[in-house]
């Protein structure tokens, strides 16, 4: 790339003068890096393939420069990340081929150049995920006679040598295994290849300097993607043709949002795993002012949160906790890590055939089947079993009402949108009058339905004697009306409030006309988790005592899991073995239902959109319709003891509800008459019973209309 192409056609010329002024730059000679340096005005210090300008920076001749994410993370504690930029690719990328001669996990030996840093050490992972470990050496001659020149062998191939040997004739009968497309089969992350990476110290000297870097580079990558000709310039300048090259460049995103930042430090955990990383770093980012927009299509970490710091301190203020984001449960975490490392090497084919075989499966089978991109087989599997112990032919819903009675609670959840704080009227805060509840139970009565979900916040100002006046007074208007009611935490509040054991209380509820007890307020059931989402709630023991309490009581109760926050794979894990456990003791959980975290308008979602929340390097990615059809069908086969899996339509719309039929539900959940809390985060799907009828019929099954206690009320 001659600095001739350099052309200052993108930001000010206040950034440009800047960053020429303080700043020494690298620049990698390849094409996936000609975007950024396009239009950019600024000629390098140093260029060179990547083993040159890591080289380069870890040395402190340059100060900042695109580097291998590896090498990056290996001098982590001497670097600081510009927020926006970085280069990866969400599948294939076209610029990274192990090239064989026998199929991927055939082979024994790979031959490797010295620039393929980030990707040897991805290449190992990839081949350590599939059981084997081929052993690496130099290239030292042409890749098609390294290849004729012995059996079950590979050569690894990055940038533009590898762009090149897709067309090479000599080439074209060997096996091309992309290691993007790889990575995100096993992952479903993207793969970030290399990342801005700027010297402490230059930070320190010149911050105003790499904010603006990171502008400029922003704006001339935007600016790229909108010039009509810039493509054909690459094109020309790399000696490749104008379509390859716009192929290439669609591949490649340029961003680093949350997606790439869960990507990358998933790949780092992995290396340290495998032995290739000493220590997974806890990157930190140049302090950038918020852009206007993000024009490289995905959100940019700066427009987020300019300021995480700023925004742990108003969390902890929020949820009442000064501990609540420490890191100090390491020891916790490396189990949590041990496990997913186990589940990673178990045989997905094993765990399922087990399943099918009536063995139950344990956590590490669990996690590998979470950590596994094999969607439709554990979704065949997971259907399969939930044939065996509901009607094959049948699909239950049930028409009830969620009637959230007050939106006062003390309890302060990061995740929670729906609540406000007792006393404040003025911003939306609400106690429904026993009137207004009874109202609403008969219209829901009139509209065909059986049953209220009635919960709210921990409203101090409610003692038992309030619930029991008013569990009373719906059954004189309603007799048979079920009250599907409150949660364990709110038991445990009522129990503190006034100053009864939480049998007691469950006792005196159940006189007053309490049916059954949901499985609300479990979120992970992991305190490590609750400590950081609800420190002031009900802890992991207490939840679990309520409803142990209850089921000895003979009051029917479910269970649920709320995922997609702060908790690591192994900890969705940890949470299915606690129902599972208490399952096993009094088989009193009818159902189980889980859903995703909703995000919006939460404490917790602006934590985590800006990266700030305890050990988020290792979280797993935001979950997708993907995500959610897995955990379900895991959860169904995990839980071989509880017999009703419901699919979350009100979270995931009522396509992928109607999906999740497919993937161990035989429940489609209630048609939602009212809902309040999910609809408060932003998410407002909504249905009719003939919606549900045509939706279950649809996918070839028989609607039931059913009550609370999986009782037939209408056969459709």
Same mark, same amino acid.
């Given at each position: 790339m ?12 206040? @950034? ?5 002024r303080?700043l020494?730059?690298?620049?990698i ?8 340096h %396009? ?9 060179g393939?990547p ?24 001098h982590?504690d001497?670097?600081v990340?510009l927020?926006?930029?970085c ?18 996990e055939?082979?024994? @030996?790979? %031959?490797?150049?010295? =620039?393929t ?37 590979a ?8 762009l090149?040997?897709?067309g090479?004739? =000599? ?12 990575w995100?089969?096993?992952?479903g ?6 990342? %801005?990476?700027v ?14 870097l ?5 704006e ?30 669609d591949?490649l ?30 990157p930190?980012?140049?302090? !950038?002012d918020?852009?206007a ?6 959100p ?6 300019s300021?995480p710091?700023? &925004? ?12 609540a ?6 020891? $916790? ?21 087990r399943?099918l ?12 089947? #979470?950590?596994s ?20 032919d049948?699909?239950?819903?049930i ?5 959230n ?12 949108a ?13 106690l ?25 916040? $921990? ?5 038992i004697e309030w ?6 007074a719906?059954?004189?208007? $309603?007799?048979?009306?079920?009250l ?7 038991i ?6 006034s ?5 007691d ?23 490590? !988790? ?12 207490? %939840? &679990?005592?309520v ?17 997609? *926050?702060?908790e ?6 940890? *949470?299915?073995?606690a129902?599972?456990?208490?399952q096993?003791?009094?088989k009193?959980?009818?159902s189980?239902?889980s ?22 390097? *290792? ?10 059809l ?8 995990y839980?071989?003891? #509880? ?22 539900a ?20 909504r ?5 549900f ?9 028989t ?5 609370t ?8």
């Amino acid at each position: 790339m001659s600095d001739a192409t350099l052309v200052p056609s993108a930001g000010s010329d206040a @950034d440009r003068e800047l960053v020429q002024r303080e700043l020494r730059l690298g620049r990698i000679d390849f094409l996936n890096m000609y975007p950024m340096h %396009w239009a950019l005005g600024i000629g390098p210090t140093a260029s060179g393939v990547p083993t040159d300008i890591n080289r380069a920076i870890i040395a402190g001749d340059i100060d900042v420069a695109c580097m291998s994410s590896i090498e990056y993370a290996r001098h982590a504690d001497e670097l600081v990340l510009l927020p926006s930029m970085c280069v990866s690719a969400e599948g294939a990328v076209g610029s990274i081929f192990a090239i064989s001669n026998v199929p991927f996990e055939d082979v024994t @030996d790979v %031959w490797v150049t010295p =620039q393929t840093a980030t990707s040897v050490v991805l290449y190992q992972l990839l081949t350590r995920l599939r059981g084997f470990r081929p052993e690496i050496h130099l290239l030292e001659g042409a890749p098609a006679d390294v290849l004729a020149a012995g059996e079950r062998r590979a050569v690894l191939l990055i940038g533009d040598d590898a762009l090149a040997a897709r067309g090479a004739a =000599q080439l074209a009968k060997f096996v091309f295994t992309d290691l993007g497309e790889r990575w995100l089969s096993e992952t479903g992350l993207p793969m970030v290849y290399a990342v %801005w990476a700027v010297r402490r110290e230059a930070v320190e000297r010149a911050p105003e300097a790499a904010a603006a870097l990171d502008r400029l580079l922003v704006e001339g990558v935007a600016t790229f993607g909108r010039t009509e000709d810039a493509v054909e310039q690459a094109a020309q300048h790399f000696s490749i043709d104008a379509h390859s090259a716009r192929a290439y460049f669609d591949r490649l995103h340029y961003g680093f949002g949350r997606d790439e930042r869960k990507g990358l430090l998933r790949y780092l955990r992995m290396a340290n795993e495998q032995g290739f990383l000493g220590v997974v770093p806890q990157p930190t980012y140049v302090d !950038v002012d918020a852009p206007a927009g993000d024009e490289l299509g995905a959100p940019s970490p700066s427009a987020v949160a300019s300021d995480p710091e700023s &925004l742990r301190r108003t969390y902890l203020k929020t949820v009442g906790s000064k501990r609540a984001l420490d890191e100090v449960d390491d020891e $916790h975490i490396e189990l949590c890590l041990d496990l997913e490392a186990d589940g990673r090497a178990r045989d997905v084919d094993d765990v399922l055939h087990r399943a099918l075989d009536g063995q139950r499966i344990d956590e590490v089978d669990a996690l590998a089947l #979470l950590q596994s991109s094999r969607l439709m087989d554990i979704g065949q599997v997971a259907h399969a079993l939930r044939l065996q112990k509901t009607p094959a032919d049948e699909i239950t819903f049930i028409v009830d009402r969620n009637i959230n009675y007050t939106n006062y609670c003390s309890t302060d959840c990061g995740f929670c949108a729906f609540y406000r704080r007792p006393g404040d009227e003025a911003g939306g805060g609400y106690l429904h009058s026993a009137e207004t509840i009874i109202e609403k139970v008969r219209e829901t009565v009139e509209l065909g339905g059986t049953a209220a979900l009635l919960q709210g916040g $921990h409203n101090p100002d409610l003692d038992i004697e309030w619930y029991e006046e008013l569990f009373r007074a719906i059954k004189a208007a $309603h007799p048979t009306f079920h009250l599907h009611a409150l949660s364990p935490p709110e038991i445990q509040h009522i129990s503190k409030r006034s100053k009864l054991s939480v049998g007691d209380v469950l006792a005196r509820l159940r006189d007053a006309g309490m049916d059954s007890l949901p499985g609300g307020g479990g979120e992970v059931l992991v305190d490590r !988790v609750r400590r950081v989402m609800a420190p002031k709630k009900t802890r992991t023991d207490d %939840w &679990l005592g309520v409803m142990r309490t209850a089921q000895r009581m003979g009051m029917s109760t479910t269970a649920s899991m709320m995922y997609g *926050h702060v908790e690591l794979l192994a900890e969705r894990a940890l *949470h299915l073995k606690a129902v599972r456990d208490v399952q096993d003791e009094s088989k009193g959980f009818r159902s189980f239902t889980s859903w995703t975290f909703q995000p919006g308008g939460t404490p917790l979602g602006k934590l985590l959109e800006a990266g700030a929340a305890p050990y988020q390097r *290792h979280l797993p990615p935001t979950p997708t319709p993907f995500t959610y059809l897995l955990t379900q069908a895991v959860g169904r086969i995990y839980l071989d003891n #509880l017999d009703n899996v419901q699919s979350s339509w009100v979270t995931q719309g009522l396509k992928v509800g109607q999906a999740a039929l497919f993937f161990g539900a035989n429940d489609m959940g209630s048609i939602m008459i009212e809902e309040n809390v999910v609809s408060s985060a932003g998410t407002t799907f909504r249905a009719t019973t003939e919606d549900f009828v045509h939706l279950i019929g649809a996918a070839g099954f028989t609607p039931v209309q059913r009550d609370t206690l999986y009782r037939t009320v209408t056969t459709y």
